[in-house]
């Protein structure tokens, strides 16, 4: 089970690098070229997009989550549709 974590983390990452939004994720300060609104939409899209993979038996428990950061420390299964990237 850790390694299928792992293993989606990775894929995950990836993504998020990929649509240029990982830094809510990765960045350990806000960008002082945002202002808090940019940087906590950024954080929502962050989460709506992690969102979009995670099984429906988890789904329920981050579904009101804003802070990305938050889903990056949670144990997080991701759909089978992840597989194929």
């Not at 850790?2 to 649509?19: A, D, H, Q, R, S």
């Not at 429906?56 to 989550?65: F, G, K, L, S, T």
Request: one cysteine or more.
């Amino acid at each position: 089970m850790v390694v299928i974590i792992i293993f989606w983390k990775g894929k995950m990452k990836e993504l998020l690098f990929v649509k240029n939004i990982h830094l809510p994720i990765f960045a350990t300060l806000k960008p002082k070229s945002k202002i808090e609104e940019e940087w906590e939409f950024e954080h929502q899209q962050v989460c709506g997009f992690i969102r979009q993979w995670v099984e429906d038996n988890v789904y329920n428990h981050i579904a009101n989550e804003s802070n990305a950061k938050n889903l990056s420390g949670m144990g997080i299964k991701f759909k089978d549709e992840v597989q194929g990237f």
